[in-house]
């Protein structure tokens, strides 16, 4: 088939299937290239259109179809669910189903019947093995998703990854892709030397979230950053987020405290029973749940297109867990945000996973990179995509550095106290002990180690807790001070915090200002679909109607929401309020299938709210 008449049958599929009128970046070459035989890696960030890349070539394959390699039981049947939702054949093989119901899509395959199967890494080692030439001559692709996971030198690193490189031994005439979403240069070299793909062609999509704002809140703690979650979940109030945590107490302790607020929330971790875990995260993509606290382990396999907004209630061990979890927000185009809450706490205690992690150095330095961009003044966005080796020079404005431009005043009288009271406890004291030594606070260690009698006590009362752990973490990262992580991280001070002390330097600090959030109000915010005239508006109680009907009808299908149609299908049909079939079947996201399906009870509500 030549190249032209070639993407006309894939054009024809991507609209026909899914609603949309065109690729996206390079899902065109990844998919030319993958039917030529092609192998390739694939870095595209969460929500940018990676499903595409090798669902198109296992639709356009006569009789052939491909197997998608996945870790994630839940993601699995999520997408499948939605696939069949489009009218496309997919099936999955995994230890969640029966052995009957493995046994039938087995003998689907044999006749043909099946486009995508999807599969966990031990599952097809096992199976394929035992499949007859009739079944592994139709496979037309290997697609590895979560690729990171192969590699020693990725984020979630999987023992069962690592066998996935006999494939291309036995079977070197199928291609291969591995796609991820986040994956340094180490780990992307290391991913193709795993899989046994030295030629494969890299695809590098730009890692930028545009849609998603960006804000770090530092040096909260306690009341004051359950006060400030709770302000930002109530202004998107009715719409969907997940807090992450660092330990399963604490997603516990968030939960109950916001339940206890009034916002219904449920956590999510790892000790949990399967059917609890099951339960939390059906009720979260059924829009039942509209907040979940969870450990990292939630998310993976969701794929969840109308979350709003992400907060990190501690900061994460490495950038890439960060722009993957914050890139479960708004993965359907429309503005996102994304909270980062950050203290020295976090510091201390990511310090010690990373000394008791197999690649110590690797982590200390990921973690540091971490920290700093959570303490920069500059563009938060230019941090994050020059780390994933993309270049972006110039400020995003959508991040709180952009909005908020951080005000500088000298702060070297800030410094000298906060360093003569490291001095007087002879550097013996941690950067908890020596904000309750300059706040005058009078708690039993303090007195007990005869420091509420020195001439630093209390001296920068003036201060609040919060406005002294942020001075003092710039302190840190401007080398006034060290921490001694085998001393019980006690506060040691270098050369150059002696010249600030005994005042030959003077440093600036970037002035402390309370975080107040102020969500974009989405009737301007909010981009209009693609479909939509400039001059037509997004008519908003329409929208909250058809969102009810989606819900009911999700119900009645026994399917989430979001599979019916995306939040951005449903601005389109408020905004192009359309009244016939014809008019509803050329919208964004509206396939032949879903055409068919839904036309009739949505066209019938946009006529009903019309005539009102």
Known sequence: MEEIGRKEYALALLRSCYGYDNFRGHQWDIINHTLDGGDSIVLMPTGGGKSLCYQIPGLMSDSGFAIVISPLLALMNDQIDALQQNGIPARALNSEKSDIENRQTVDLLMEGKVKLLYISPEKLLNEISRWNTAITERICLFAVDEAHCISQWGHDFRPEYTQ????????????????TATADRITRDDIAEQLHIPDARLFVSSFDRPNISLNVVQGSTGRQKMKQIVQFI???????????????????????????????????????SAQDKQQVQRDFIN????????????????????????????????????????????????????????????????????????QVQVNMDKLRRMQQFAESGVCRRRILLNYFNERFDHDCHNCDVCNNPPERFDGSTYAQMALSAIKRTDEQATMFTVTDILRGWRKADIIEKGYDRLK??????????????????????????????????HLKITDYGNEVLFGRQSIQLNRYHRQGFNVKKRETALPLPESAAQEKQLDKVLFEKLKDLRKALAKAGHIAPYMVFSDKSLQAMATEKPTTQAEFGILYGVGEVKCQKYWRAFTAAIREHLKE
């Open 164 to 179: 996935l490189g006999t494939l291309k031994q036995q079977y070197p005439h199928i291609p291969v892709m591995a796609l």
């Open 234 to 272: 109530n202004l998107h109030h009715g719409e969907s987020g997940i807090i992450y945590c660092l330990r399963r107490k604490d997603t516990e302790k968030m939960a109950a405290e916001l339940t206890r607020l009034g916002i219904d929330a449920r956590p999510f971790h790892a000790a949990m």
């Open 287 to 358: 829009d039942d749940l509209k907040v979940v606290c969870a450990t990292i382990a939630f998310g993976m396999g969701i794929d969840k297109s109308n979350v709003r907004y992400v907060i990190h209630s501690n900061m994460p061990r490495n950038i890439e867990s960060y722009y993957q979890e914050i890139g479960r927000a708004g993965r359907d185009g429309l503005p996102a945000e994304a909270l980062l809450f950050y203290t020295y706490g976090d510091v201390v205690a990511l310090q010690q996973f990373a000394l008791q992690s197999g």
């Open 456 to 489: 630093t006590f209390g001296v920068g009362r003036d201060l609040t807790v919060a406005e002294w752990n942020a001075y003092l973490l710039q302190m840190l990262q401007m080398g006034l001070f060290e921490v001694a992580y085998n001393e019980n991280n």
